[in-house]
């Protein structure tokens, strides 16, 4: 059931040390997954996204370290829930990467190695996580070939990466994903560097994997847009933050925070022709420093005094939606979103 969770981040403090100096790339992330749903987690390029998802699979590069907060797995099989960043061996990890959770890179022509067949690298995880021997993973990888709509799947079986287009490459990442047999999906930026045509297929067929494999997935992705028609539920990320959460339709038809306001607006859908398309003035906080309030509030032309002064705490808005602004204080003057959120009032469909 959607209701319950499966995965919950909270509290969650993440630290990148660089030449000296700490960055503070996730502070105070708190996020339930829902077993069974489609989460989206958007933001800017450098809000965090990235470096939550690795945190729940330990892949974190050697200068980062969670410094607080717990990330709870709850297996399916009703066992008890489990603090994933209690884990310290890469032996204690693999028991949960890929078999559990696994991810689907940005990348696929770095994610895959060069110097072995396709189907080499999909038979090694139909072997490690399903104990398939011979020519009964040999048919079990052609058959997930197969199934992410490779044609000719026995030939394409002896190929290398290279005599792949950048689709056909990033299906045969969703195939090594889905020959772990995961419980949750990640997809990070699944469809960077492919054309508008490729990312439909892309997406359709990550959407028809999660049906029919009944997985939990989380896209990782800078572009609200992607998601449109694939999400449940949206989580809006800034500086590290977690600043607005909700349904697909609350995100885009009720927005409550500035930043999400300003994303939306960002949208070329909702472009006037003849029109400058709308940008968000500003640069993101520098993370090395501490933030001091609201960190989107020098950004943000609606900002109050109190978002330079403390940041603001969730304020729930529905049972499924809720947001981090100050603006949602009932002691708060009524600010009216920017016109293009309020044109998103109404619409059906982006």
């Not at 590069?61 to 310290?88: E, F, K, M, V």
């Not at 590290?240 to 885009?252: M, Q």
Request: glycine content about 8%.
């Amino acid at each position: 059931m959607q209701d319950e969770w499966v995965l919950q981040v909270q509290n969650l403090d993440i630290y990148f040390t660089l030449r000296g100096q700490r960055l503070h790339a996730l502070r105070d992330v708190s996020l339930d997954v829902r077993r069974g749903e489609s989460l989206a987690i958007v933001g800017e390029s450098g809000s965090g996204k990235s470096v939550l998802a690795k945190s729940l699979l330990g892949l974190l590069d050697s200068n980062g370290r969670i410094t607080g907060g717990r990330i709870l797995y709850d297996p399916q099989d009703g066992g008890p829930a489990r603090d994933l960043t209690a884990l310290r061996s890469e032996k204690d990890w693999l028991a949960y990467r890929g078999a559990e959770i696994a991810i689907v890179m940005q990348d696929p022509m770095t994610s895959l190695n060069p110097l072995m067949t396709i189907g080499a690298q999909i038979t090694e995880a139909v072997r490690y996580h399903q104990n398939q021997r011979g020519e009964t993973a040999k048919k079990t990888a052609v058959a997930y070939l197969e199934d992410v709509g490779i044609e000719e799947p026995g030939r394409r079986f002896h190929q290398y990466p290279h005599e792949f287009s950048g689709g056909m490459r990033q299906r045969v990442a969703i195939a090594i994903a889905m020959a772990c047999y995961p419980k949750i999906l990640i997809c990070d930026e699944p469809t960077t560097a492919l054309d508008v045509t490729i990312q439909a297929q892309i997406l359709g067929l990550l959407k028809r994997m999660k049906d029919k494999y009944g997985l939990t997935t989380i896209y990782i992705t800078h572009d609200l847009g992607v998601v449109a028609n694939i999400a449940d539920r949206i989580a809006v990320m800034y500086a590290g933050d977690i600043v607005e959460v909700g349904t697909c339709e609350e995100v885009f038809y009720d927005p409550r925070h500035p930043y999400t306001w300003a994303l939306l607006s960002s949208l070329p859908q909702l472009g006037v022709k003849g029109a400058d398309l709308y940008t968000i003035a500003g640069t993101p906080p520098n993370l090395f420093e501490r933030i001091q309030g609201d960190a989107f509030a020098p950004r943000n032309p609606q900002a109050l005094k109190m978002d330079f002064v403390q940041r603001p705490p969730v304020f729930a808005i529905t049972p499924t939606h809720s947001a981090r602004s100050w603006l949602l204080d009932r002691r708060a003057p009524k600010v009216d979103p920017p016109p293009h959120i309020l044109a998103l009032r109404g619409r059906g469909n982006l």
